[in-house]
């Protein structure tokens, strides 16, 4: 059966393709969403422990991983989040700034995807769920594509499929599919804001799981000053997932156990004002008590601290503010919250979304070689480049 044709049909009913059909709806375009699942929103709801960090007002490119870190500029520069949260506040839902920047929802997350499905119905964009893709080809001067046994038409297609993180809400990666098919290179995938596990000489500290603290978590060039949290695989909180985007297996974390001290200097001190202590009973009074039990018997120096030479201690402070792991792993696309790689921007305008060969044809949101960092700016991403893409349709 062959459907009506439209204007443009957009391949996924998530954050990104919400936006590119609710923008191009109500400029007057006829719109299909077409998504396997069977609710639009799926990763909204799930996001910020089910309130949505919806946008972050910090929000500029050089938070965003990218293989070309200028493509981001053009959408992100157009559509700001000053302009998503004017939308939001036309509906009236309440919402608050936490740490960083970063805007949740008061309620709860559904509240921005009814507000997504509500601009949609204004924009009479068709919306079917339940329509896994069979096929996607291209027809003279149209997008055929083929779902549920039904063809439906279309000058343009948007692919707003995002990428394989977090499978248990069916993503896939659908999209780098439709882009090889196409001629468009694909940036290798890999999970982002995702635990990292640890083995080998760093098991004693998988014992400590749900011991926290303020850190710097380094990698390479990256370092950022959040929680840390040690897990019964290895590392997490958000320093790590932070940093997990810019890791790739070989590479150390260094974090500081002790971000607001020079620990060399505090240990050096300790030598002088409380001789008769033992490192052990010092660094309980620094660390948590199970993180210091466990980084006593690693930095492995016995007696009070008028016994040891003072270039050991220096030593041992250094490591306590640069405490290096190799994380043999992470727990992958299951547990990550994004992916870093996708379909290379160098096929694409950085102004439209559009593919530079392929007339028509868009790549959005999570399906881009465009990675935020935690916090919002990934959604900031998906209706930036949603919204780009919709002005094309």
Known sequence: MISSEYDAIILGAGAAGMMAALTAGQRGRRILVLDHADAAGRKILISGGGRCNFTNVGTTPDRFLSKNPHFAKS?????????????????????????????????????????????????????????????????????????????????A?????????????????????????????????????????????????????????????????????????????GLSGPAILQISSYWRHGDPVAIDLLPDRDAAATLLDAKRTRPRTELKRLLADLLPDRLAAVVAEALALPG???????????????????????????????????????????????????????????????????????????FQWAWASGWSAALML
């Open 75 to 155: 959408a992100l520069g157009r559509y700001t989040p000053t302009d998503f949260i004017a939308l939001v506040d036309r509906h009236g839902i309440a919402w608050h700034e936490k740490t960083l920047g970063q805007l949740f929802c008061d309620g709860k997350a559904n509240q921005i995807v009814d507000m997504l499905l509500y601009e949609m119905r204004a924009g009479g964009v068709e919306l079917r769920l339940g329509h896994r893709i069979d096929t996607v080809a291209k027809t003279g001067s149209s997008y055929e594509v083929v779902a549920n046994g039904t063809t439906f038409r279309a000058p």
């Open 157 to 233: 297609l948007v692919v707003a499929t995002g990428g394989p993180a977090i499978p248990k809400i069916g993503a896939t990666g659908f999209a780098y599919d439709i882009a090889r098919q196409f001629g468009l290179k694909v940036v290798e995938p890999r999970p982002a804001l995702v635990p990292l596990t640890l083995g080998g000489d760093a098991l004693a500290f998988r014992g400590l799981a749900g011991v926290a603290l303020d850190t710097v978590a380094r990698c390479n060039k990256a370092a950022f000053r959040e929680a840390s949290l040690l897990t019964h695989k």
């Open 304 to 378: 009070n601290l008028a016994d040891l030479p003072d270039a050991k201690l220096a030593a041992a402070g250094r490591r306590l503010n640069g405490w290096e792991f190799v994380p043999n792993g992470s727990e992958g696309f299951a547990k990550a919250e994004v992916t870093v790689g996708g379909v290379d921007t160098a096929g694409l305008s950085s102004r439209t979304m559009e593919a530079k060969a392929m007339p028509g044809l868009y790549f959005i949101g999570e399906a881009v070689d465009v990675t935020g960092w935690l916090g919002g700016y990934n």
